[in-house]
């Protein structure tokens, strides 16, 4: 259809375009999850989607004439998703009047420049904290209760045990959802996430006269249930945790869990994820978008209460998910070098990979590459996107073009072993894949020695995904590596490339350029894209 109406382009004006378009995209269905295999897929316009997207700064999109500047940079870098605030204070100003000409603007704009949208739901709690309540809330203490820290002050944190919280939030985000149903028809909007970075701070629990007597109360039953037909597949935090005493099913939270900062952290995180749980499903039936929550991660030997706790974090997971049913994907937003280890800790339990948030960073070229190849994930997205100043140069923006050609490619092959990626830097400098008969080890493109950057200390991350689309036949697309194969179960013969073609994917249809051979495989040797390169090369292998 869109091919059609690319055709009869010149024939009618750009008015009757935008209407029949318009038309066309209302005939699609709504975003929605779909498991594919082990993995889960975004679905958007009726297709799989990987979000390349970019958050932005917390106030920009609370004026649109500071945001103009910045949307066609966005278009420089590849970017098909903005991640982007509703600010609970500027669309509720006054309790029960709802403003969304924000809102309305943003989607309006993104349409213009065929861009979809995540919206953040800046609710209850923002950073822990609730500075984003409106001013009607936030100064009526007695009827919006606050969090109690360990010292017995209130804090700037709603609290998530009162009533009058929970339905003045789930009021507010029905109102943005019913708004989008009937505004939204094009869906410019694919996601939303629910509360921004949810964490008790100064304390690992609330110290509420309503939360304490509900820790001394016993663990619900609805909690102990679903722990208990879950045993064997928690989070071996929790599940350590647990055998501390004796998996004891019944009492207090104290009983069953032991008397511990941790327990403390696992109360508040199941009150957390309750309210959430709440807001999400009074959205969700006015307008079942997909939803998230996002958390931040701790850092090492910190104790429950000294950083945002109880949010959706690894330890806690299980929790989140027993108790928040209308939350699809728990999130890590990454200011944290341990890129790997919380990847690896995020999709356990089912969940799919999805990351709202990563500080801007050479290395996200790399790291893109990785979270779509290996873990299957479907969302990238660095953090103040707008601030780029460079859009041409990011080099994110490269790995997005070429993730942007390979996307129908992936979709094929997400959720089986036929796609994998790799992230390497000066101390992971090699990785080994084994695809069928064929064992590839990937190396960064500075052990060659051949660049002069190979000299330093620090090299720059490198990645690729990599894609066996049949026996001995490879996509390799990425950044920075070099590739060679062997045959994994005959020590009589090799591996041998019998044919690389450098190319692009136009629409899906894979167009070769050069023919890589000679210098650019080391004759026959290895496949490489050089650090500072970013490319897609189709490889064929031959046994000799
Ligand atoms: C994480 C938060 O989720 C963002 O809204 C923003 O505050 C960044 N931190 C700032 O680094």
Not at 304 to 332: H, K, N, R, T
Not at 418 to 423: A, I, Q, R
Not at 479 to 485: D, K, M, N, P, S
Not at 509 to 532: E, K, L, S, T
């Amino acid at each position: 259809m869109m091919k059609k109406l690319f055709t009869y382009k010149t024939l009618i004006t750009p008015i009757v375009i935008a209407h029949f378009s318009l038309t066309l995209n209302a005939q699609t269905s709504m975003p929605r999850l779909d498991i594919k295999n082990k993995s889960v897929q975004l679905i958007v316009d009726d297709k799989p989607f990987i979000v390349l997207g970019g958050e932005l700064g917390n106030s920009s999109a609370s004026d649109m004439k500071y945001m103009e500047p910045h949307w066609d940079k966005f278009t420089s870098m590849h970017l098909n998703t903005i991640i982007t605030p509703v600010y609970w204070e500027l669309m509720e100003p006054t309790e029960g009047k709802f403003d969304f000409t924000l809102v309305d603007n943003m989607i309006n704009t993104a349409q213009q420049h065929q861009l979809k949208l995540v919206l953040l739901w800046f609710g209850s709690w923002k950073n822990s904290m609730s500075c984003y309540a409106p001013a009607w809330a936030k100064t009526n203490t007695q009827r919006f209760p606050r969090a109690i820290n360990d010292a017995g002050r209130k804090v700037e944190i709603l609290s998530a045990f009162s009533q009058n919280n929970l339905e003045a939030d789930c009021k507010a985000f029905t109102a943005l959802m019913k708004h989008l149903k009937q505004t939204d028809k094009q869906h410019t909007v694919i996601m939303v996430q629910v509360e921004n970075e949810i964490g008790m701070l100064q304390a690992a629990r609330e110290r509420t006269r309503v939360a304490d007597s509900l820790f001394n109360s016993n663990v619900p039953t609805e909690l102990m249930n679903y722990l208990i037909a879950k045993k064997d597949s928690l989070v071996p935090e929790l599940k350590q945790h647990w055998s501390a005493t004796n998996f004891t099913t019944t009492g207090t939270w104290e009983n069953v869990f032991g008397k511990s900062l941790i327990t403390d952290e696992i109360f508040q995180a199941y009150y957390y994820a309750k309210y959430t749980n709440k807001v999400a499903e009074a959205g969700k039936k006015e307008y079942a978008l997909p939803m998230y929550v996002n958390a931040a991660l701790n850092h090492r030997n910190v104790k429950p209460g000294e950083y945002p706790s109880a949010g959706p974090l690894p330890q806690v997971m299980d929790i989140w998910q027993a108790a928040a049913p209308a939350i699809d994907i728990l999130s890590p937003d990454f200011y944290n070098p341990r890129f790997k280890w919380y990847c690896d800790l995020y999709t356990r339990r089912n969940n799919p990979l999805f990351i709202p948030e990563i500080g801007r960073d050479a290395s996200n070229a790399a790291k893109v590459f990785y979270a779509i190849g290996h873990y299957h994930g479907f969302g990238f997205s660095p953090f103040s996107i707008e601030s780029v100043t460079q859009p041409t140069e990011e080099p994110v923006g490269k790995s997005y073009e070429v993730i942007a050609q390979l996307a129908p490619e992936i979709a094929k092959h997400t959720g089986s072993n036929s796609m994998d990626g790799v992230l390497l830097d000066s101390t992971n400098q090699e990785q080994e894949l084994i695809f069928g008969d064929y064992k590839l080890t990937a190396k960064h493109d500075y052990t060659l020695g051949w660049s002069p950057g190979a000299k330093q200390p620090n090299w720059p991350h490198s990645g690729a995904i990599i894609i066996e689309e049949g026996p001995g036949e490879f996509i390799v697309a990425g950044t920075g590596i070099v590739i060679t194969f062997q045959l994994t179960n005959n020590a009589a013969q090799s591996a041998g490339i019998l044919q690389a073609d450098e190319g692009i994917y136009k629409n899906g249809q894979w167009i070769p350029g050069r023919r890589m051979n000679g210098d650019q495989d080391h004759q026959g040797r290895h496949i490489r894209i050089a650090v500072g390169d970013w490319g897609i090369q189709k490889v064929k292998l031959y046994k000799y």
